[in-house]
């Protein structure tokens, strides 16, 4: 469905009828509606221009969590490697000089083990860095939500507190039916037929 914009609403005309509305009272009805019909779609666009930024953030804190995913990974395989050649360094001392080396052992022993602590030191870390961006996002991507949630609830208050000219009107009509008596509109449309014949009338003299 295609919205009205301000410049539809200005330019709308409305056929004459025979006793219809004041003009005037129309024309500056409209005016109104064209001035918050404008409000809104301002208000619309500063929505979208929000959403986008909003996105743009949301897309950075994916590359940022994608950026720790990775060197995880690699602090992981880095771990896996680090401990893996500490083991071997160790058999490999244990094998060649067990008994010449028991002091030499040891010491490779001590630096395996220092490197793994280092190593899962980093991982923990990561781990711990990487489960405060998630739960920094998850706060991010609610308070997004809610504010979103409360500009839309605040739109549609003000779209639905927008005055309703066909609902005016047709109120005003029955509110007219039925404070006029039979009689009256008896008259009425006695005296409505005496004006046409009249100015049929006219009409010939005229011509």
Do not use: W
């Amino acid at each position: 469905m295609i919205l009205l914009t301000p410049i539809d609403i200005h330019n709308k005309e409305f056929k004459r009828s025979f006793r219809g509305y004041n003009e005037d009272e129309i024309d500056e009805f409209l005016d109104q509606v064209v001035n918050d019909y404008e409000k809104l779609f301002r208000e619309n666009d500063k929505l979208k221009e929000e959403v986008a930024r909003l996105q743009k953030e949301s897309d950075s804190y994916q590359e940022r969590e994608k950026s720790i995913n990775d060197t995880l990974m690699l602090a992981q395989k880095t771990a896996q490697e680090v401990t893996e050649h500490a083991r071997k360094s160790a058999a490999d001392m244990k094998e060649n000089a067990a008994k010449e080396c028991e002091n030499m052992r040891h010491e490779a022993e001590m630096e395996a083990q220092k490197k793994l602590d280092e190593a899962s030191n980093k991982v923990r870390a990561i781990v711990a860095e990487y489960d405060r961006l998630v739960r920094d996002k998850n706060q991010f991507l609610r308070k997004v939500k809610l504010t979103m949630e409360s500009e839309l609830a605040v739109l549609n208050q003000t779209i639905n507190e927008l005055p309703n000219p066909e609902a005016e009107e047709k109120a005003h009509a029955e509110q007219l039916s039925v404070e006029v008596t039979p009689q009256e509109r008896e008259s009425l449309g006695q005296a409505a037929a005496q004006e046409e014949a009249a100015a049929e009338q006219e009409q010939p003299q005229e011509a």
